[in-house]
């Protein structure tokens, strides 16, 4: 299915006052064909009206961020990924995947080789995500409500001692690895800081509701961030450290959740759980130019080893929907059997298997890159959240469960 330009939405689009701002394997996937998105987003219910921007949000790319790691192609910002290019830091650390309970207060170790769980650790209070440092070598388990971060040692798997950051929803670094960005969801900032000692440097106030996953453009000049609880999207300035524009998706009550930039670094995709599928947008304009149903509670977006395909996990009906970059259409949904809630997780270092936390059903899915069947089911702690996947191919983190370039 191609994506079609918004035409009449977006030649209406409002300019407001500025936002606040303060101190898979080379795999090809098997699957039926997805083709029923609608002829323009006029069809679909609670989608009139232009989205509103606020700030002067339009960017040109230009040089690199000073002191980001040069791409390694141009055309691919994920050239750094391919299967098992691991850096020097991550060869020797063993295989694992990491898996924070929301409601059980604890991660849970996985050996991905044999699908069996090597412990059961208890951290502090509502364990949201365990995130990789810029410089790869440390997991950072983001205790939201026990204003906490709980540092593992991916050599060892050792769990160190937590240092006291207030919440912690979601957590970044930015392309240069200054700075470490605690989302503060509850809080409505983000906050820069030391990206080893944790202590704060700034803390930016933002203007909509629920600021919790990024990701960034490929010069590392800006982020765009959603907002889950007020419908919008930001773009912020990650030198100046400051909001250059806000966006109000379209349609009724939408609720943007994790966000993915393409492999040609000119189209972004947001997950949107309450529309159901995807919003396509221009991020150096800070447009939308369409939307793409894909399932029931569209929630995490994850990038297939090879830049080929972008895993969309259907929380709300227990699917994934396979995105092709190259044509901008969906080629597959996978159903796991017996249903599910796939939330947040990675793909192996392989590319081989998709691992997916089973937010509502306390379970873990392994899944094959190749054609979606079920490699594994396992049973973990209450409300599994966004597990990590460890090591990842890449040279350097850009945070949340693993956005390495």
């Known amino acids: 299915m191609t994506a079609r330009p918004l035409g009449a939405l977006l030649a209406g689009v409002l300019l407001l ?23 323009n987003m006029s069809d679909m219910p609670g989608m009139g009206g232009s989205p509103a921007i606020s ?18 192609d141009p055309h691919d910002i994920y050239a750094a990924d391919r299967p098992n290019a691991f850096a020097a830091a991550v060869q020797n650390d ?9 409601g059980s207060d604890t991660v849970t170790v996985i050996d991905p080789s044999t699908y069996k769980i090597i412990q059961t650790v208890r951290v502090g209070g ?19 409500t026990g204003n906490s971060l709980t540092p593992i040692d991916p050599a060892t798997g050792a769990f160190g001692k937590p240092i006291a950051v207030d919440d912690p929803y979601n957590l970044y670094f930015t392309p240069d690895g200054r700075y470490a960005m605690v989302m503060s969801e509850a809080r409505h900032k983000i906050v820069f800081r030391d990206p080893r000692t944790m202590a704060i440097v700034n803390s930016l106030t933002v203007d909509c509701s629920g600021v919790n996953h990024a ?3 490929p010069d590392g000049r800006y982020f765009i961030a959603t907002c889950e609880f007020s419908g919008d999207l930001i773009k912020v300035d990650v030198e100046r450290q400051r909001v250059i524009g806000r966006l109000h998706l379209p349609g009724d009550h939408a609720m943007p959740q994790d966000v993915k930039i393409a492999p040609d670094g000119g189209t972004w995709y947001v997950a949107d759980m309450h529309t159901s599928g995807v919003w396509v947008l221009d991020g150096d304009q800070f447009t939308v130019r369409t939307f793409l149903p894909t399932g029931a509670g569209a929630h995490g977006l994850y990038v297939s080893r090879d830049s080929k395909y972008l895993y969309i996990a259907n929380r709300g009906e227990g699917s994934v929907s396979l995105l092709e970059f190259a044509t901008g259409r969906l080629v597959a949904k996978w159903q796991i059997p017996g249903g599910g809630s796939p939330d ?25 890159t190749t054609d979606g069947h079920l490699l594994a089911r396992i049973k973990v702690g209450t409300q599994p959240h966004g597990l990590c996947v460890w090591p990842q191919p890449g040279r350097y983190s850009l945070g949340h469960t693993g956005i390495l370039r």
């Open 17 to 39: 006052a500025g936002c606040s701002s303060g101190t898979a394997g080379d795999t090809h996937p098997a699957g039926p064909g997805d083709d029923n998105a609608p002829a």
């Open 94 to 102: 063993p295989s694992r995947v990491y898996v924070p309970n929301l």
């Open 344 to 368: 947040m997780g990675g793909v192996s270092a392989d590319g081989t298997v998709l691992w997916l936390s089973g937010r509502y059903n306390g379970e873990v899915y392994a899944l094959s």
């Open 215 to 217: 990701d960034f453009s």
């Open 55 to 72: 700030g002067q949000a339009s960017t040109s790319p230009g040089p690199g961020l000073p002191g980001m790691p040069p791409l390694l």
């Open 126 to 144: 509502g364990p949201q995500h365990v995130v990789p440092s810029w410089d790869l070598r440390t997991l950072w388990v983001n205790d939201n």
